[in-house]
Structure formats: structure tokens, C-alpha cells
């Protein structure tokens, strides 16, 4: 008999008397660190870098408060291998994934079908494995900060709208504010020419809605006085640069007003400060985060997300920062 084998032999040995003088249970933990096994589903994250991203968190808290034995890991797919990753989906039985920077526009060549929401975005955060292997690309980024609005009890329909930004989430809150039937939407943007386009982009897309651009910051003043709703796209107030300000300082706030940062970190922007000292109501960006993932979470599942659950997880998260 070979040495090794006697060896592996003792080891299954003692192995078994171990797990024999334990209850299953505690004998299992010990020896397997999680409960993944052959029958585990997996989703995840296609991104470049992902290391920062908090969503595999977030995900598996969702699954764990579920007791659905899936799991969501992250992807660092370097830019030249986004078409090989995404084509491997279906192959090794992956749900889907989301889809962050630098990725969301270029998945979308790869991919069979687009929701109307990515369509109009121009940008995919969410792929869905459909059953017969076919691949979905949609944008919960906009029904995400819709959902987030809502959950604060804001209901954005007939609302006049004043969006700063022109960027990637600027078209994803205009896409969802024109979807949730505001009365009219204003782009202020520092490069003029990209509120002009995608004002012209989403007015092809929402006739009935009036959607106009102006420059940054130089039409804050004119265009403050008509907005119900305010929200910042830009990245103006993010750490490290907390002290940005995508206002202008001596334009206030009224008290019927409401302003959406979609910086969340810090999670009281210097916006929502001045904001919230006018007396208006002040809402952070991190809700937007929790609601597009619990969208993309219920696409993949097909069961209702636990929204609290991921919320909470997501809280933690940054506390511990
Ligand atoms: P995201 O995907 O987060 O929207 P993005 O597509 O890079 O990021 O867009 C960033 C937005 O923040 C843009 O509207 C940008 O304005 P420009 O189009 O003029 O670049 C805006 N932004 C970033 N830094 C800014 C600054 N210092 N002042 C004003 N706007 C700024």
C-alpha cells in the first residue's frame, strides 16, 4: 500500500470520528466555510477595476435573508475581454449580471435584446440570462432612483424637474423622471452642448414632455425659482472633494422644494445641507444604489427583493468606512 494513500486514509478517518462526536450542523460549519455547492446559482458584477463595489455585499444578504443558496461575486473583466465574458453567460449558467464603468455601453453590441429603458439610456447595468440563453440588457438606474424617490413618499408625476448633470446617471434620472410623467424637465450641464443632446435624445423619446438645457452654473438662479424637484448628477460634494457645490451658494432653497443628491458618500452633501437649513426636504443618493440592485436582484430571481435587508446591509457597509 502507497504511503500517501494510508495517509489520506487516517485522515478520512479521523475525520469522520470528528464529524461523528458533532452535530451535523456544527460539523458542517466547520468544515465547509459556506453552504455553496454544485447546485449554487450565480450572478455578479462585470466591472474594471470592481474591488470597491459593495453590491456582492449587498446581493448576498439578500440571498442569505432568502435562504436561496445563490451567490453574486464580482468580475474584474478587463476592457478587451468584455465581448468573451459576456459570451460565456449562458454557457457556464451564470442568471446574469449587473454591469458597471467602463462596461455599460460596451456590453451592449454583445447582448440579443435591450429593454427600452437601456435603449433610450444608451447604457446597459443589468444583463438577464433569459431561459432559452438569450441575453437582455436592461437599466434599472432610473426606475431605481423613481422607486428611491417613492419610498420617500415623493411621487415625481406633474412635477417640474430640474436635473444637473449630462452625464451616464444624468440620463438614466431623466429617463426615469420622463417615464414617471413629470410635467417638464431642465438639464443644466458645464458642457452645454451635452445637456443640448440629451435634452434632444429624450425629447424624441417623451414628446409630451417639455425638456429643455441651460448651462452650469450659470443658469442655477434663472432656473431654481421653477423646479419642484432638483437633483444632482454630477460628482460635485463626492470624497474626497467634499466641498464642492453643483449650486450656486447664495441661491436658496424654498421649503416645497425637494433635492436629490445622488452623491452618497459623504452621505450629507454640502447640497443637502444648504438644502435641508432652507427647510427642504433633502434626500441622499444611497437609497438610488439599493433600489436599482434590488430591481436587478428581482429580474434574476423573479421573487420580491428584500429591500430592508439589502438597505441594511448597504448601511453597514458605510458605516464601517
Ligand atoms: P456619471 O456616470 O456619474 O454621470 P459622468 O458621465 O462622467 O459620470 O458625468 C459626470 C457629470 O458631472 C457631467 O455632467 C460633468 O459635467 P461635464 O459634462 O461638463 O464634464 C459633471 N461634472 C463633473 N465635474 C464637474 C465640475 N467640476 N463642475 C461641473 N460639473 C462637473
Not at 151 to 175: E, Q, T
Request: aromatic share 6%; proline share 6%; glycine share 8%.
Amino acid at each position: 500500500m502507497c504511503k500517501s494513500w494510508i495517509g489520506q486514509a487516517k485522515m478520512s478517518e479521523s475525520l469522520q470520528n470528528e464529524s461523528a462526536s458533532v452535530p451535523s450542523s456544527e460539523a458542517d460549519s466547520e468544515i465547509f466555510p459556506t453552504d455553496i455547492n454544485a447546485a449554487t446559482t450565480l450572478v455578479g458584477l462585470f466591472g474594471w477595476p470592481v474591488s470597491h463595489s459593495i453590491s456582492p455585499q449587498m446581493h448576498n444578504a439578500a440571498f442569505v435573508a432568502r435562504q436561496m443558496n445563490w451567490r453574486y461575486l464580482a468580475f474584474a473583466v478587463p476592457p478587451n475581454r468584455v465581448p468573451e465574458a459576456v459570451g460565456a453567460l449562458p454557457a457556464l449558467g451564470l442568471r446574469g449580471v449587473n454591469v458597471t464603468v467602463p462596461h455599460k455601453q460596451a456590453v451592449m453590441p454583445h447582448l440579443q435584446h435591450w429593454t427600452p429603458a437601456a435603449e433610450a439610456i444608451g447604457a446597459v447595468n443589468t444583463i438577464v440570462v433569459e431561459e432559452d440563453g438569450q441575453l437582455t440588457g436592461d437599466n434599472t438606474d432610473g426606475a431605481g432612483f423613481i422607486a428611491d424617490l417613492q419610498a420617500h413618499n415623493v411621487d415625481p408625476a406633474g412635477k417640474r424637474a430640474l436635473v444637473i448633470g449630462a452625464g451616464g446617471s444624468s440620463r438614466a434620472v431623466v429617463y426615469g423622471l420622463a417615464e414617471a410623467g413629470v410635467k417638464s424637465i431642465t438639464i443644466l450641464n458645464r458642457t452645454v452642448t451635452k445637456a443640448v443632446d440629451l435634452a434632444s435624445t429624450m425629447q424624441s423619446y417623451f414628446p409630451e414632455i417639455k425638456i429643455g438645457s441651460a448651462a452650469f452654473p450659470d443658469d442655477v438662479t434663472g432656473s431654481a425659482q421653477d423646479a419642484d424637484l432638483i437633483v444632482n448628477c454630477t460628482s460635485l460634494g463626492m470624497e474626497p472633494r467634499i466641498e464642492g457645490l453643483p449650486w450656486e451658494e447664495n441661491v436658496e432653497f424654498r421649503e416645497d422644494q425637494i433635492v436629490y443628491d445622488l452623491v452618497y458618500n459623504p452621505a450629507m452633501t454640502r447640497l443637502l445641507q444648504l438644502a435641508s437649513t432652507d427647510g427642504a426636504t433633502a434626500i441622499g443618493g444611497l437609497g438610488m444604489l439599493v433600489y436599482q440592485g434590488a430591481i436587478a436582484w428581482e429580474k434574476w430571481t423573479g421573487e420580491a427583493a428584500p429591500v430592508a435587508v439589502m438597505q441594511q446591509a448597504t448601511n453597514i457597509i458605510f458605516e464601517r468606512r
